[in-house]
């Protein structure tokens, strides 16, 4: 059975930081390029941060520089560092994995999400 389950969301002034968590079985982790998306209320589900599984990395133009994604493959988890938060990056954060990296399919299997709150 595969699973993802993230945490590490909440509220948070802005400025402030966050790190999400992304922890999967199920699957062969080493094996799978990893991304986080995120979607804001009335608003398109949006491509946050991808790495692959040579850890290249992707990231939205409207995070890049402030957020970073990592992984730990013996440990089967992705993370999202997020540092400089910003009202606009309210939104659940959900990952999943890519069928492919370059053209960004997301795989059928996502986690249940973690809101992610930015306050003035």
């Known amino acids: 059975q595969v699973r993802l389950v993230e945490s590490g969301g909440g509220s948070v002034q802005a400025g402030g930081s966050l790190r999400l968590s992304c922890e999967v079985s199920?699957?062969?982790?080493?094996?799978?390029?990893m991304a986080w998306y995120r979607q804001a209320p009335g608003k398109e589900r949006e491509l946050v941060a991808a790495?692959?599984?040579?850890?290249?990395?992707k990231y939205a133009d409207s995070v890049r520089g402030r957020f970073t994604i990592a992984r730990d493959n013996a440990k089967g988890t992705a993370y999202l560092q997020m540092d400089s938060l910003k009202p606009d990056d309210t939104a659940v954060y959900r990952c999943t994995y890519l069928r492919d990296y370059d053209s960004e399919i997301p795989g059928t299997y996502w986690g249940q999400g973690t809101q992610v709150t930015v306050y003035l």
């Open positions: 199920g699957i062969m982790f080493n094996a799978a390029h």
């Open positions: 790495i692959s599984t040579l850890r290249r990395t």
